[in-house]
């Protein structure tokens, strides 16, 4: 009797169970498409605000290249602020060994003039850096427009809610997965329970 009362308990568990499975497939089947078209993404690889931020600078470009080729023009060439600063500094030069206050001057100057010659030289730099990309513009719109449209269609702003969502997705299939595996489990439990009641009904009835 103990043996029938564990059968009909796990048979019962096993009808709740598949009921479960069976609600839970067909959600799986859409879940699935999510979870393959987001992790396509591949959200732990991308940082899209930086990836948006990139195709923004590539798009400005000529604006860019504008700013920096004035900032160098202006501290650069004749007149300009570096050869001011340097005729400032030879001025306090001849001086500054006769005041202390003189002396704090030429050292200020001097700190400010090493730091624009730096800005000049790094900006010169960056314009020889700087390109229009037409490849890499296509390829990052391509990208980022696929992860806006994500983004829309589930009502999502940025890539952290996406994360998340792409979690519990991922954890609802692994749900299906462990009902799969319990399913199997309780069916290797009544088969045995059930062999071993037909041996002992056979005994019975012999």
Known sequence: QKKYANWLSINRELTDLQDKLTKAVQQADYNRFQFEEIQALELDQNDYEALEAELSSIESIDDIKQVIEHVHFVLDGDDK???????????????????????????????????FK???NDAANYLDEIEFNPFRVNELTVIIDQYNRILKKHGL????DLKTYFNSISFELNAVHELEVQINSLLEKSNLLENELIVLAERLHN
Do not use: G, H, M
């Open 157 to 160: 702003t940025n890539q952290n």
């Open 81 to 115: 602020v570096l050869a001011l600063l340097s005729k400032l500094k030879s001025s306090l030069d001849r001086v500054r060994s006769k005041d202390t206050r003189i002396q704090e001057y030429f050292e200020r100057i001097n700190a400010v003039l090493i730091d």
């Open 118 to 120: 730096d800005l000049s």
